[in-house]
């Protein structure tokens, strides 16, 4: 299957700080998504990006499907943004089966 | 508009024993997915539901089971429950994509 791998694994930033976080996936993709797991386990959607950019508040994200590989960008991080951040793909097959990075944990300090 | 709601929220069984996880999509999606996250696997595909039929199933034993009833609603199943199996088991639903998660079920088996 598709092989999905986030970076980096962990990140500590202070409050204010931007970041950028990597999903590199194995295959071609026909569905991008990226998630934010809070420390209470819900799994929130940020960004539907197959292809092409996107922009939400302080967040932001471009995934170049040619390359294979996404990224997710933080401005002026908050303490609220602190959780684990997740890509999950849809590979080729169309199958409607999201294969997951392991994620990024992601810490902001005040 | 309500999101994917999931029930109950925590749940406590012992080895053995069944256990039954409920879910109901957003109005008007009408396929649901299973997914687990356990300690230190990641997040899991269990299984697809489409217009009351199964349509997908990953790679878990068919002791994972499950239903989609004519309200898109959809249990999931486990029966003999092993301690492997505690997990936060989440539920998402979706027209087509992007996938919309619910807050999950913590399945602990004691």
């Known amino acids: 299957g598709i092989q999905v791998e986030q970076s980096p694994p962990d990140l500590i930033l202070q409050e204010g700080a931007n970041s950028t976080l990597r999903c590199n996936f194995s295959?071609?993709?026909?569905?991008l998504q990226w998630f934010h797991q809070n420390p209470w386990g819900q799994l929130i959607n940020l960004f539907y990006?197959?292809?092409g950019t996107k922009q939400n508040g302080r967040l932001s994200a471009t995934t170049v499907a040619t390359e294979r590989y996404s990224l997710l960008y933080i401005s002026s991080s908050q303490t609220t943004d602190s959780g684990v951040y997740f890509c999950a793909v849809e590979g080729p097959m169309g199958d409607y089966k999201l294969s997951f990075g392991a994620g990024t944990t992601v810490t902001v300090r005040a | 508009e309500a999101g994917v709601t999931q029930s109950p929220t925590h749940l406590i069984k012992t080895r053995g024993q069944q256990a039954t996880l409920r879910c109901s999509p957003i109005?008007?999606?009408?396929?649901v997915y299973w997914y687990q996250q356990a300690l230190g696997l990641g997040l899991q595909f269990l299984l697809w539901?489409?217009?009351?039929?199964?349509?997908n199933r990953g790679n878990f034993p068919p002791r994972f089971s499950g239903r989609q009833f004519p309200n898109y609603s959809s249990e999931l199943n486990v029966n003999a429950l092993e301690l492997e199996d505690s997990a936060l088991y989440l539920c998402a639903s979706s027209l087509s994509f992007p996938l919309h998660f619910g807050n999950g079920t913590r399945l602990t088996v004691t």
């Open positions: 109005s008007g999606h009408t396929s």
């Open positions: 295959d071609s993709v026909n569905n």
């Open positions: 990006i197959p292809s």
């Open positions: 539901y489409d217009e009351g039929e199964e349509r």
